[in-house]
Nanobody, 124 residues
Framework: QVQLVESGGGLVQAGDSLKLSCAASGRTSSPYSMGWFRRAPGQEREFVGAIRWSDGRTNYADSVKGRFTISRDAAKNTVYLQMNSLKPEDTAVYYC?????????????????WGQGAQVTVSS
C-alpha cells in the first residue's frame, strides 16, 4: 500500500505560478512511478504528467508541456508539480497518483493509489 498526501493548491491569477507537493508513505521501497491527474468540473480525469522514481524520467500531456514540471525528492519521498504560466483552463482538482511499476502510463485506471486532491483555481 502507498499513501499519498497532497498540499499546495489555491487561487491564483492567470500567468501566475503554483507548486503542488505530494508526500508518499508506505511501500515506497518498491520500484514505482508517480504522477498527476486533474479533473475539471464536468470533465473526465485528464493525465497531466508522470515521473519514474528510479531515474526521474518524465512525460507530460501536450496541454502542459513546457509549462509544468514534475520533480522528486527521494529523501523526502515527495513529488512536486511546478505549474508556471497558469491559464484559466488549468482550473481543476489535481490528484497525485502512484503505481508499483516503473512503466509510465497515461491511463488513470493504471494507478491504484490516489491522493485526496488539491483544488487549483486560476482566475482570468
Amino acid at each position: 500500500q502507498v499513501q499519498l498526501v497532497e498540499s499546495g493548491g489555491g487561487l491564483v491569477q492567470a500567468g501566475d505560478s503554483l507548486k503542488l507537493s505530494c508526500a508518499a508513505s508506505g511501500r515506497t521501497s518498491s520500484p514505482y512511478s508517480m504522477g498527476w491527474f486533474r479533473r475539471a468540473p464536468g470533465q473526465e480525469r485528464e493525465f497531466v504528467g508522470a515521473i519514474r522514481w528510479s531515474d526521474g524520467r518524465t512525460n507530460y500531456a501536450d496541454s502542459v508541456k513546457g509549462r509544468f514540471t514534475i520533480s522528486r525528492d527521494a529523501a523526502k519521498n515527495t513529488v512536486y508539480l511546478q505549474m508556471n504560466s497558469l491559464k484559466p483552463e488549468d482550473t481543476a482538482v489535481y490528484y497525485c497518483v502512484a503505481r508499483l511499476s516503473t512503466i509510465l502510463t497515461v491511463r488513470p485506471d493504471s494507478y491504484p493509489y490516489w491522493g485526496q486532491g488539491a483544488q487549483v483555481t486560476v482566475s482570468s
